[in-house]
């Protein structure tokens, strides 16, 4: 297993559309070990496959407190959505930005898991909202891109701020 570099907001590829994983075989099993490695280092809870620069529509989560209930998602599809949440999120390719977003509260999402069996999961609260902001990663867009274009462009020259200042 390796740590993969993770994309920092505004790179261009962060808007790069995920294509659908064709099959399951053990270079996707192998990406999917080497991004929950990743994950649990930076620590987050969710990181999809664009925000390494692997364009496959490929997601892994754990949002438990243990951080041992990791859940794989390849080729996510939400079937059902339904109420409204605003939940304050972060994201490991915007690091130290956090602000509210507005999602679906309940999601039903289809996927495939590592072993490339379908599955149909409902989700809420957290999770809900991880498999949203995971699966606008596989789409090409990034949370922040829900806020003004004033607040946007505020974040976008913090984030350059913060980088000069650690160079």
């Not at 590829?13 to 099993?29: G, S």
């Not at 495939?112 to 809900?128: I, R, S, T, W």
């Amino acid at each position: 297993m390796a740590i993969l570099k993770i994309l920092q907001y505004p790179d261009e590829k962060l808007h790069t559309v995920a294509i659908p994983v064709a099959q399951v075989t053990d270079k996707i099993r192998a990406l999917i070990d080497d991004m929950a490695e990743t994950m649990y280092a930076a620590p987050g809870i969710g990181l999809a496959a664009t925000q390494v620069d692997v364009h496959e529509r490929v997601i892994v989560i754990d949002t438990s407190e243990a951080r041992d209930e990791l859940l794989v998602l390849i080729n996510p599809e939400i079937i059902a959505s339904s109420g409204i949440s605003d939940f304050e999120e972060g994201c490991l390719s915007v690091p130290g930005i956090y602000g509210k977003v507005q999602r679906a509260e309940l999601v039903t999402v289809k996927a495939l898991n590592a072993q490339g069996e379908p599955f149909v999961l409902d989700a809420d609260g957290l999770l809900a909202v991880c498999i949203q902001h995971e699966m606008d990663h596989l789409a090409g867009k990034v949370f922040v891109e829900y806020w003004s274009r004033l607040k946007q462009a505020r974040t976008l020259a913090r984030l350059k701020k913060k980088l000069r200042s650690t160079m």
